[in-house]
Structures are given as structure tokens and as C-alpha cells.
């Protein structure tokens, strides 16, 4: 089989204003589709991070794709995932997801895998998580994932949307919006976005949750490195309790050294609550130092910028070895990655919390899957019975996405940008905060 055509497909979608340490979501997010067709016309299909950039490192490899193999494509491509420097930098603290110059070449490289793997699974007749050494589950656990809110349902003018969970700057207001999420998607964990408020705000807001819901929701807290390791430590003493059961921390304070401070003045106080990373532990090699550190207990791969789906399922088993729980990061995204999502972690055994996912927050007239969105009951995503990822394109939604990416200003994330329009002219992200 030989690749004889590469498209990539920018598009756009509305996305509500959530707030976070980041600043506050643009009323339209990005996302790049690419698509792989054989010779023999089937096509395989992925989803990544939007804007220029991430569009221009697609195109630029395509000249490696169109004429090879895409059973042996993802291997002569593995340089894009080996050999690339940690540190600081290639962490995602001062970078939202998708604008980290230092990952271009795994968030390319796994776009590309993904597609070849749809690509190969439609050719022979078998869903991807069966590819990549079979699936441990047949559906996979998500849960909510409340943030603080503006009022509104994201796009603009003619495009704005129905503000469906409505403006939620109180901890009674997001209460109300985990009861909406729950009532819908049947979810049985909390994932809450904080790094907004005074932690007291968010503190009081993780416990009127607990209050709610009880011992046997697991909630968990990410205020993006916000906090000093001071504070860090306090928010863990106060939610010892709220935090049991299946929550964690996740990323209070800056990097691994900042982690591992906050882990031992715990530890300290004998609140045994585990540290959870999507953004001072970001690459392979930053699990030796982290590990040596004892600084996070729990990882969120994200196999869009970890290099892709096999790679999530190495570093499962790293974890595993090392006593590491994982779970799974999100951004904002359609159905296309949150079938990729779902089938990586179907096929990865060592996977301790449910997965985060931004879906809910994203609205039916985006939808860029043929048959409209993903269904999520009782909390989880379930793999279909068709080959590859086991969704197709709606191409009118594409095409529609394409038009709005065109006449949309946005090209890139800037949640800071935002804030400066919308909340606070002279708003800068600081860490820490508070």
C-alpha cells in the first residue's frame, strides 16, 4: 500500500469564554485535520492542534508521505520523537498546548501515526486499538471538567452560540455546572480548572462539589502552576480530605523542582495526596529527574504532543514500573481526536483515572464526524464496531469549518490576548500568582 495524496484541512470552531492561570479561551478554537488517501482510495484521518503553525509543520513533511508505506512510515518519521532536549522549556508551563515550539515535531509526528493507523485499520478491516496490541477495555472513563465561565456559548455575530451552562465565576455556579455535566454525560469523576481565583474562591469551590456529590466522586484541582509551593501546600493541607479517594493535585507550582517541594511539605504533614502533571512533566526525559524527585505521582499523557498512541502506551508502562499513575490531557477538540483519545487509551493496560476531555464544551454544529458527535454514556466513550478509528468525515462540516477559519481573526491560541479585551486591559499572566 503507498500514500498518494496528503491533505491538511485548518478549521475552526466556537469555544466558550473558560477561564484559567492561562487567561481566558477566544470565542473560536483551531484545529488541523489531515488526510491520508492509499492507492487504492481509502483514507485515513486525524485531528490535531490548530493554526498556522501546526498546519505549516504538516505540510512541510508531506514530501516524506505522499510515495511511502504507511505500515513503515511512522518508523523511518521516529527521529520526530527521539532525541528531543527537556528542561523548563520543553514543559508546557509558560506554552498553552499547541504553541510550544519545542514539540512541533511530536505533535506532527503523532498526527501522522494516527492517520496511518486509521489509514492501516481501514485496509484491513480492524479498529486501531487492536493494531497497536489489542484493547485491555471496550470503553474508556472520562470525566467533567467544569472551569470558571464568562457568560456566553462561544462564536461571534451571526455564529454566537446558546450559552448552555451559562456564567459560573461562584463556587455555587460551578456546583450547577458539574450537576448539568452529570445529568448528560453520566460522568463519575470531577476535573475542575482552577488558577483563576483567590484559592480560598477555589478551595471553597472543591469543597461545595464534595458537599454535593459525596466521598465516591473523585475530584481533582489544576490551577496551571498558579501557586507558590507555599500556597500549594496549604491547598493541599485544607483539601486533604476532598482530595482522597481517587483525586489529586495537579500542577500547583512550577516544574519539577516546584513539584517536588510542594510533594515533600506535604508528605511533611502527612496529607498523602498525589501530584499530577500535564505541564512540568511533558516528555520521556523528564521521568528520571521527576522519579528521582518523587514530584509526580500521576502523568497526563496527551498523545498528541507526546509523540502519539504507541507512545502513550510506553510510557504506561514506565509508569507502571515506577508506581506512576496516568490519565489523559485534553484541549479543546472534535470527534476525530476523541476517538483517537479513546482508542490509545483502550490499548494502554496501565491506565489509573479517567481521562479529561474538553467535548462537552464543544456544540453539534462543529462536529466534523460524519453522523454528528461521539456519544458519551455513563461517563465513557465506547469503541465502534467499524475498522480504524471508526468514525468518517462529514466533508460539508469541513468545508464549513474551513470558510470560518478564513474569516475568523484568530491563527494561533493567545488566552492572554483575551483577557486584555475582554476581562482586564492590563492583565499579564504571573507566576506564580498567588
Known amino acids: 500500500m503507498k500514500i498518494v495524496d496528503m491533505r491538511v484541512h485548518s478549521i475552526a470552531m466556537a469555544d466558550p469564554p473558560l477561564r484559567s492561570s492561562y487567561g481566558l479561551h477566544a470565542p473560536y478554537a483551531l484545529r488541523n485535520v489531515i488526510e491520508l488517501e492509499s492507492e487504492d482510495g481509502l483514507v485515513g484521518i486525524a485531528e490535531t492542534y490548530g493554526g498556522e503553525k ?39 508551563t509558560y506554552h498553552v498546548p499547541g504553541e510550544n515550539p519545542l514539540d512541533t515535531s511530536s505533535r ?60 459560573a465565576l461562584s463556587p455555587e455556579a460551578l456546583v450547577g455546572q458539574v450537576k448539568q455535566m452529570f445529568d448528560e454525560y453520566g460522568f463519575g469523576s470531577v476535573k475542575f480548572k482552577g488558577g483563576v481565583f483567590d484559592p480560598e474562591i477555589e478551595v471553597e469551590t472543591i469543597r461545595q462539589i464534595r458537599q454535593e456529590f459525596g466521598p465516591s466522586v473523585p475530584l481533582r484541582i489544576d490551577p496551571n502552576s498558579a501557586w507558590t509551593v507555599e500556597t500549594s501546600i496549604k491547598v493541599g493541607r485544607d483539601l486533604k480530605e476532598e482530595l482522597s479517594g481517587g483525586g489529586y493535585l495537579e500542577d500547583p507550582a512550577m516544574g519539577i523542582d516546584g513539584m517536588a517541594a510542594v510533594r515533600a511539605g506535604l508528605l511533611a504533614e502527612d496529607v498523602d495526596t498525589p501530584l499530577a502533571s500535564n505541564v512540568a512533566v511533558t516528555s520521556f526525559e523528564h521521568i528520571p529527574e521527576s522519579v528521582k524527585k518523587e514530584a509526580v505521582q500521576v502523568i497526563l499523557c496527551d498523545h498528541h504532543y507526546w509523540g502519539g498512541m504507541r507512545q502513550v502506551q510506553y510510557l504506561g508502562k514506565i509508569c507502571q514500573v515506577f508506581g506512576i499513575g496516568l490519565s489523559m490531557h485534553s484541549n479543546s477538540h472534535l470527534g476525530v481526536s476523541l476517538m483517537a ?64 477559519f478564513e474569516k475568523v481573526p484568530y491563527r494561533k491560541r493567545d488566552d492572554q490576548a483575551e483577557m486584555r479585551m475582554h476581562v482586564d486591559p492590563n492583565w499579564e499572566r504571573v507566576l506564580p500568582r498567588w
Open 108 to 167: 506532527t509526528y503523532a498526527a501522522i501515526e494516527t492517520a496511518c493507523l486509521d489509514l492501516i485499520g481501514r485496509a484491513v478491516g480492524q479498529p486501531v486499538c487492536d493494531l497497536i496490541g489489542g484493547r485491555v477495555r471496550n470503553e474508556v472513563p472520562f470525566s467533567a471538567y467544569p472551569f470558571y465561565k464568562h457568560g456566553g456559548g462561544g462564536g461571534e455575530g451571526d455564529d454566537a452560540r446558546e450559552d448552555k451552562y451559562g456564567e
Open 54 to 92: 501546526p498546519a505549516a509543520a504538516l505540510r512541510e513533511v508531506s514530501g516524506r508521505v505522499v510515495g511511502a508505506n504507511p505500515y513503515r512510515l511512522t518508523g523511518d518519521l521516529l527521529g520526530f520523537v527521539e532525541g528531543e532536549g527537556g528542561g523548563l522549556d520543553r514543559s508546557q
Open 341 to 404: 483519545m479513546t482508542h490509545a487509551a483502550a490499548a494502554t493496560k496501565h491506565l489509573t483515572y479517567a481521562c479529561d476531555t474538553h467535548y462537552p464544551w464543544q456544540s453539534e454544529k462543529d462536529e466534523i464526524v460524519a453522523g454528528g458527535r461521539i456519544p458519551i454514556v455513563n461517563g465513557c466513550v465506547k469503541i465502534p464496531k467499524k475498522p480504524g478509528l471508526g468514525v468518517d468525515l462529514d466533508y460539508d462540516q469541513i468545508a464549513r469549518g474551513k470558510a470560518l
